[in-house]
């Protein structure tokens, strides 16, 4: 059945380690996004994608990169240079106006 | 600056009374407007969206271009509705990105 999926589900990382996040949809949806969900602090934007090989900065994208080789994937890279990574990451698609989200990753740096 | 402000962060109502889940935004241009929801354990997912003038579960929400205001209303709480919502424009001709408030938990008790 369509939809948007995220794995892994629980990610832990090193101090210091590079992480990637996937997020894959068969919606056919052509853009992409991803969100940090923060306790108190909402839902805030990392980086969209309105097409395949193009993506723009959301408001938070220090010390993260993505890509968007392909329709369906948008991954997300978590560098060291992310000085508080450890949070919950959501991935959405679109297609107009309508979100779909996907069911999230939880990071946490060890 | 383009915000969005959800003034309370856990509103909590007893079962049968009215519901009112404030959301004020400040947006230079003309901004579509949704409300999203998370119920426990779920994904977070489209309640409704101010254009579709839609009564969904219950709830409505009227723009309010002159308060600049997306208030979401019920007039009688039910304990499913007990989730996180989250108020959310689109800027119109700014690329369909989604900015999310900080989000209100409503608690329904019996």
């Known amino acids: 059945d369509g939809g948007i999926t995220q794995s892994p589900k629980y990610l832990f990382r090193k101090e210091g380690q590079n992480v990637t996040l996937s997020c894959e949809q068969n919606l056919n949806h052509d853009a992409m996004y991803w969100y940090r969900q923060d306790p108190g602090q909402g839902l805030r934007l990392i980086y969209y994608s309105q097409i395949v090989n193009d993506f723009q900065k959301g408001d938070i994208a220090e010390g993260y990169s993505v890509s968007r080789e392909k329709k369906e994937s948008f991954p997300l890279t978590v560098t060291s240079a992310q000085k508080n990574p450890t949070a919950f990451y959501l991935c959405?698609?679109?297609?107009?106006?309508?979100?779909?989200f996907g069911s999230g990753t939880r990071l946490t740096v060890v | 600056a383009q915000r969005v402000t959800q003034p309370e962060k856990l509103l909590s109502v007893f079962k049968g009374a009215p519901v009112e889940l404030k959301c004020n935004y400040s947006y230079s241009g003309s901004p579509e407007l949704f409300w999203y929801v998370q119920y426990s354990r779920q994904r977070l997912q489209l309640l409704l969206r101010?254009?579709s003038r839609e009564s969904i579960k219950g709830f409505t929400a009227d723009l309010n271009k002159g308060e600049t205001s997306f208030h979401l209303k019920k007039p009688f709480a039910q304990e499913e509705d007990s989730a996180m919502y989250y108020c959310?424009?689109?800027?119109?001709?700014?690329?369909?990105?989604?900015?999310f408030g900080t989000g209100t938990q409503l608690k329904v008790e019996l």
């Open positions: 101010h254009i």
């Open positions: 959310a424009p689109i800027l119109t001709g700014g690329g369909n990105k989604l900015t």
């Open positions: 959405a698609s679109s297609l107009d106006y309508g979100y779909t």
